[in-house]
């Protein structure tokens, strides 16, 4: 079955950066787009960005310039490297492949 494991959020002060890693299994990775998302408290989960097979990427509005989405088809491992973080990135953020989502791993950006 597909599994998607989120790991690498934690507590960063503004300005500063953090890598997400979600681990993919139990199905082709190398051939399957993958997004992230977030959720903030009390708000809705919303969409933040989208690598396809062939590595295109798009982004949401809020984090261009400063998200980076990749992937890793050796190791089926998704990655969002987050740089020049804001207290508005605070949320958990879940990896996502078709109908399938990790667990989230929480950010917090807070001085």
């Known amino acids: 079955q597909v599994q998607l494991v989120e790991s690498g959020g934690g507590l960063v002060q503004p300005g500063g950066s953090l890598r997400l890693s979600c681990a993919a299994s139990?199905?082709?990775?190398?051939?399957?787009?993958m997004h992230w998302y977030r959720q903030a408290p009390g708000k809705e989960r919303e969409w933040v960005a989208y690598?396809?097979?062939?590595?295109?990427?798009n982004y949401a509005s809020s984090v261009k310039g400063r998200f980076t989405i990749s992937r890793d088809n050796v190791k089926n491992t998704l990655y969002l490297q987050m740089n020049n973080l804001k207290p508005e990135d605070t949320a958990v953020y879940y990896c996502?492949?078709?109908?399938?989502w990790g667990q989230g791993t929480q950010v917090t950006v807070s001085s």
């Open positions: 996502r492949n078709g109908g399938s």
């Open positions: 139990g199905f082709a990775f190398s051939s399957s787009g």
């Open positions: 690598i396809s097979a062939g590595g295109s990427t």
